[in-house]
């Protein structure tokens, strides 16, 4: 059962690195500046998410999803491993 666990996260884990590299597209589309902040400056993310939510929504919301897939496979491990 691990195995398949180990799956998950790692298919979590691609969809959140898709969506992060969605997310500094969509950035350097905006700025080269707001595209090397968001790469360079962690806090700018966030300030650059609400600014720009019409733009950076989707990618948002693809992180989030994989971070999801992350979380519900670390919960399905643990309760397997009781």
């Not at 950035?27 to 950076?56: N, R």
């Amino acid at each position: 059962m691990d195995v398949e666990m180990n799956i998950l996260v790692f298919v979590g884990l691609g969809v959140l690195l898709i969506g992060g590299i969605g997310f500094l597209i969509t950035a350097f589309k905006q700025s080269i500046v707001w595209g090397l902040l968001c790469l360079l400056v962690s806090p700018v993310s966030l300030l650059f998410l609400i600014k720009h939510w019409g733009k950076a929504k989707k990618t948002f919301f693809i992180q989030l999803a994989g971070l999801a897939i992350m979380i519900v496979a670390d919960i399905l491990a643990r309760s397997t491993n009781l």
